[in-house]
């Protein structure tokens, strides 16, 4: 993984190599399969999860049910498992190209990220029919990780794909942050906002959960399939008129909003329901658990270094700023750290679209810090997102120097004018300075370095 983490960038410094490794070890902490194990072990007839104890003796069935670019590895440990207990399961993944693991019992359904496509859809539907068998003898293990908003979808009655199409990409294009968007998902979706947990009942629901959100908010991840919900059909509407969405949104979604906001429709699932009873929810794994991978890695390469924090938002580009700061204040001051430093910030930042170009969050802030870092030497500021993607790209973010931009410069780059267009992707891809690890099969937000040799 380290070989495929090397930039231009890093392989000119003396330190890349060290920082190549210090984020496979990341993204190894985060490893699905490995995850589930620790969470999920079987001894004979009991299964444990997290801390408690089932007697598999009890259920006539086991089903396998989820949604997430975690998915596939994360079936496929839960499978092995379970072995001979298992009775079937589908689980929906990301389209991303990677071949699908052969799981005996399980079908893998691959359907689009970040916006939702009639997969998405079909999946829903399958799971919905597979939960409807369930009984109240049956255990039902769900699968979880991010993206899974996107992955699996029921809409609920008269709100169309294509209605859930157009508002995603709005509130995308406005840079909502993902708790906002999931907020209206969960009130446009079957499945979401605990209505999982729902279709469920009365069958017994462990879920493991992989997050992808700041802070591991278990009702916001993936949209809270199992988890209950404390936001509203107000709250939704609330959001609409924040960005300016009321008017512009599809018809049938502000129809059906307003009339849940004035009780003509049901609620999503609220805390303190009964069905929760016969419901764990037991996350598995989470960006903190990526940082501090990171920092023991870094100190083992010979850095001093500092955990800035795992719940780092903003626009993107205002990020980089404050990073490319950061990296000064150590080249001046040697504060917050003395040389040879290494600063770790875990979370997700949003980017307002303002132009056309190609992009993603983590290339945007690193074109953004590479403007703030010029001249700088022996410095940078290294983002990636742990899942492989950021953003409709093949990259995972990017590397940016004190040189970045004198380098681009005499490309006849204009470093500047990319960073206006939201157009970071060809910015770094002609310095060969994005990085590209593919596919992780992990996704728990994103990891900033600021690094000073």
């Known amino acids: 993984m380290s070989d495929r983490l090397l930039t231009v960038s890093l392989r000119s410094a003396p330190w890349g190599e060290a920082m190549a490794r210090v984020m496979a070890a990341a993204l190894a902490a985060v490893d699905p399969a490995q995850a589930t194990v620790v969470s999920l072990r079987r001894e004979g007839d009991w299964l444990i999860a997290g801390e408690r104890r089932y007697d598999l003796r009890a259920f006539e069935r086991v089903w396998l049910v989820g949604a997430g670019k975690a998915g596939a590895a994360m079936a496929q440990a839960a499978a092995a498992i379970l072995g001979d207990r298992l009775s079937g399961g589908i689980v929906v993944v990301k389209d991303d190209g990677a071949p699908l693991p052969a799981i005996p019992g399980v079908t893998l359904v691959q359907a689009a990220h970040p916006t939702p496509d009639e997969r998405s859809v079909a999946a829903g539907r399958q799971i919905a029919a597979l939960l409807a068998q369930a009984g ?17 979808n029921l809409p609920v009655p008269g709100v169309t794909l294509a209605d859930l199409q157009r508002l995603t990409a709005e509130l995308l294009a406005c840079g909502a942050p993902i708790g906002a968007i999931n907020t209206l998902r969960k009130h446009l979706d079957q499945l979401k906002g605990g209505g999982l947990a729902r279709l469920t009942a009365p069958a017994t629901l462990i879920t493991l959960i992989l997050s992808d959100v700041v802070g591991s908010p278990l009702d916001v991840i993936a949209s809270g399939p199992t988890v209950a919900d404390p936001t509203t059909f107000a709250d939704a509407l609330a959001l609409l008129d924040h960005y300016e969405l009321r008017d512009r949104c599809p018809p049938a979604i502000r129809a059906y909003l307003t009339a849940g906001a004035r009780g003509e429709q049901p609620e999503t699932l609220k805390p303190g329901d009964p069905l929760l009873a016969t419901v764990q929810n037991v996350l598995i794994g989470s960006n ?4 501090q991978a990171a920092l023991a890695a870094a100190q083992a390469a010979g850095f001093h270094t500092l955990l800035l924090t795992t719940s780092l938002e903003g626009e993107a580009r205002e990020v980089g700023k404050v990073l490319a700061a950061i ?4 080249a001046t001051s040697n504060q917050p750290l003395a040389r040879p430093a290494c600063v770790i910030a875990g979370g997700e930042t949003t980017v307002t679209l303002r132009g056309t170009g190609k992009g993603g969050r983590n290339q945007e ?17 290294i983002a990636l997102a742990t899942d492989g993607g950021d953003g409709p790209t093949d990259a995972a973010g990017a590397v940016a120097t004190g040189a970045t931009v004198t380098r681009a410069r005499a490309l006849g780059l204009d470093p500047l004018d990319h960073l206006r267009r939201n157009d970071a992707y ?20 994103d990891l900033a370095f600021v690094v000073i040799a």
């Open 327 to 330: 990296a000064r204040e150590i």
């Open 426 to 445: 060809p910015f770094f891809a002609a310095l060969d300075d994005l990085l590209r690890p593919g596919p992780t099969g992990t996704n728990v937000n």
């Open 136 to 152: 109240e003898r049956d255990l039902v293990i769900a699968l979880i990780s991010g993206g899974g908003s996107a992955l699996l």
């Open 365 to 381: 802030l690193a074109l953004s810090a590479a403007l703030a870092l010029e001249g700088l030497a022996d410095a940078a500021v």
């Open 288 to 291: 903190a658990q990526a940082a």
